[in-house]
């Protein structure tokens, strides 16, 4: 590895450290300005907050949208709702 | 410049384990100190009569946190009714913090409950009770303490009620 | 660039990335209620391509906090003899007549919850077709911290496929592939109205990546050309971000979606997506909830309308040409427990819900498609 590339490799692990001190920094606040209780959620876990509630296949539209484009992602993530303990 | 910012972020990375780890085992460890239960009144869903949390003194409680929106709640409701019936000397209140009444007086005669309904709509029992998790219930001793609390719903949970209903049953019964 | 064959211009690839797309979908739900679903699609387009989707789901507690999760899925695919515009892929072989196909696929697996706040999955995928097969592993992790007000999801996943090509003399030849992917995402709860979602997914593809049906001209000299098939690169890193933002608005019982993605990939398609999703009670049982989204990409590098001898890598793939697309449609859903005043005996009814969608979608290559969805949800 010359000297470029070892340089070029040190930023980008520094970015990524970075990116990951943001990131943690990003959900401590968040976290600290959630203070739903859980008997607070009912808006929460209306169906109109989330309409495809717990395990519901994706929507058609997703799927035709991967045969039309060229690009791909944000299908996943969960949380929100009731919040209910299981 | 860019040691120093290497070192920030090293830094930063042990200082939030430590906090985490540290907040963890407390959170771990803490335990429940028993309380007396709080003299709230709410009111019946049947008929609209209020009812005192703290009136059952010499008596064994076990209320029971539900709302309409909540799923799991209909799986404990009819468990908790079942340990009831079991134990006829248990005092069972079920308290619905739904906002709106109608719905969870609509959700009481769906699932006829048969069990008393208390209406929480403002919070205040829940919020006094620091209700963890929804479904929730709290189990509460002849001498008014709270004893236990349960978040969420498992059959085993639901068995493990019912074993510490006996046993403060039990507690609460005159020494011969 | 024109494309020779009567072959539809979608690539493989786009096989794969459906593929992906469904065991991804499954995979990134925690399950909070047994459910039984069955879902209808029926999508047709101006080329007369019509691709018919039977899909039933369930996720059943078998344990404590053991539940199964399962998956069986059956399309239905024609593709007209001329030219034609599909998520599917057909076979030189007798062009002139009408090319129909069926592919299965099933999907099970097992959510563990561990402690109130933890769940991990595991799931398998297969996918079978006459020119094409599937197989993927995954799994995920669901961490809900903070009285669940935030919730970290990760996932990995693995797949390995085998790209089929079913040659005019009848034969077949089979082609890998694999798929690595991986993804993050937080929800954090903002207020008892709004929440928002906030996630990053990279994907490494590795093999064949092209499409062995498609031909494409490249030109020898300013008169002459010859036939080739489509090369495209043999690996392909990609990755996507996104954030999304809900918002309940209690006066008008009703709800806003915002969402935005960005994509880029190392063969330099980027694009951008945003889209904006309302829901309206009509009634306390019957849901509203129009969709308008907008697209834009640009093209891969090695993308162009005229090929010449020196190039290495050629595309005839409509998915990797710059491009914007409209989508704006609707879905509305009756909950069944409406009924519930008039015949009490129907009580079993009371968590059942039924919706249909239509959505009408155009892009800048004159595309233009028509997407149905009719779906019924039991939940136990």
């Known amino acids: 590895m010359n000297s470029s590339q070892s340089d070029s490799f040190e930023v980008q692990h520094m970015k990524t450290n970075f990116l990951a001190a943001c990131l943690t920094i990003v959900i401590l606040m968040l976290s600290a300005c959630a203070s739903v209780k859980p008997y607070e959620r009912e808006k929460l876990a209306d169906p109109i907050m989330d309409p495809g509630t717990a395990f519901s296949k994706q929507s058609l539209e997703d799927k035709f949208y991967s045969t039309r484009e060229g690009s791909m992602g944000g299908a996943s993530g969960i ?7 299981k | 410049m860019r040691e120093f910012i290497t070192s920030l972020s090293r830094s930063f990375h042990l200082t939030l384990f430590t906090v985490c780890l540290f907040g963890g085992l407390l959170l771990t460890f803490a335990k429940d100190k028993a309380q007396k239960v709080p003299g709230i009144s709410l009111v019946s869903l049947r008929d609209g009569s209020m009812t005192q949390l703290d009136q059952f003194q010499g008596k064994v409680v076990l209320l029971d ?17 079942a340990i009831q019936t079991k134990h006829p000397q248990l005092v069972l209140l079920t308290i619905s913090i739904d906002d709106d009444k109608n719905n969870a007086q609509r959700f009481m005669e769906l699932r006829k409950l048969k069990a008393v ?23 509460i001793d002849s001498r008014g303490m709270i004893r236990r609390r349960f978040d969420g719903y498992t059959e085993s949970m639901t068995d493990e009620m019912e074993e510490e209903v006996v046993k403060l049953l039990a507690e609460g019964q005159p020494h011969p | 660039m024109r494309q020779i064959t009567s072959m539809p211009r979608t690539a493989l690839p786009v096989k794969l990335s459906v593929r992906i797309l469904l065991l991804w979908s499954c995979l990134c739900c925690t399950v909070f209620s047994d459910q039984l679903e069955y879902t209808l699609y029926h999508t047709t387009d101006n080329a007369e391509v019509k691709v018919t989707t039977s899909a039933f789901s369930l996720a059943k507690t078998i344990w404590e906090r053991t539940v199964l999760l399962l998956d069986v899925e059956l399309d239905q695919v024609s593709i007209p003899p001329v030219d034609g515009v599909s998520g599917a892929s057909r076979p030189q072989r007798n062009y002139s007549e009408t090319f129909e196909k069926n592919r299965g696929q099933l999907m099970f697996g097992l959510q563990q919850g561990i402690g ?18 599937s197989q993927s592993g995954a799994i995920s992790l669901i961490q809900e911290l903070f009285q669940k007000n935030t919730t970290l999801s990760l996932s990995a996943q693995y797949s390995s496929d085998l790209v089929g090509e079913i040659r005019e003399d009848g034969s077949y030849t089979d082609y890998a592939k694999e798929v690595q992917k991986a993804s993050f995402a937080i929800t954090q709860v903002l207020s008892p109205l709004s929440l928002i979602r906030i996630g990053v997914e990279g994907e490494r593809d590795l093999g064949f990546l092209s499409d062995p049906y498609r031909k494409i001209e490249k030109h ?16 392909r890193w990609r990755s996507a971000a996104w954030i999304e933002y809900r918002r309940y608005i209690s006066g008008l019982d009703a709800s806003l979606h915002l969402n935005y993605r960005a994509y880029r990939d190392d063969w330099e398609l980027q694009s ?13 049982n019957f849901i509203f909830s129009p969709l308008y989204r907008y697209y834009t990409q640009n093209g891969v590098y090695f993308y162009k309308e005229n090929y010449g001898l020196d190039d290495a890598y050629y595309t005839g793939d409509h998915k990797l040409q710059p491009k914007i697309s409209h989508s704006i449609g609707g879905t509305v859903t009756f909950f069944f427990k409406a009924l519930l005043d008039q015949h009490p005996d129907l009580d079993f009814l009371e968590n059942t819900s039924t919706s249909l969608g239509y959505f009408s979608y155009f892009d800048s290559k004159n595309y233009q498609a028509h997407i149905w969805e009719g779906r019924l949800r039991y939940t136990f």
């Not at chain 2, 799991?72 to 468990?79: E, F, H, N």
Request: with cysteine; charged share 15%; net charge neutral.
């Open chain 3, 116 to 133: 109130g706040n933890t769940s991990l999955s595991a799931t398998y995928y297969s996918s079978q077709e006459v020119d094409y097969q």
């Open chain 2, 117 to 139: 309904v208390l209406h929480d709509g403002k919070k205040l029992a829940a919020s006094t009770f620091g209700i963890q998790g929804m479904p929730s219930a709290v189990l």
């Open chain 1, 79 to 85: 949380g929100g709702g009731c919040g209910c303990a």
């Open chain 2, 65 to 81: 946190f539900w709302a309409s929106w909540c799923l799991p709640c209909k799986k404990t409701l009819p468990a908790v009714e």
């Open chain 3, 272 to 284: 951008h997506t945003v889209s904006v999703r309302a829901n309206k009670y009509i009634t306390s």
């Open chain 3, 220 to 235: 020898i000299d300013n008169k002459n050309t010859i036939l080739v098939t489509e090369t495209h690169l043999p690996e």
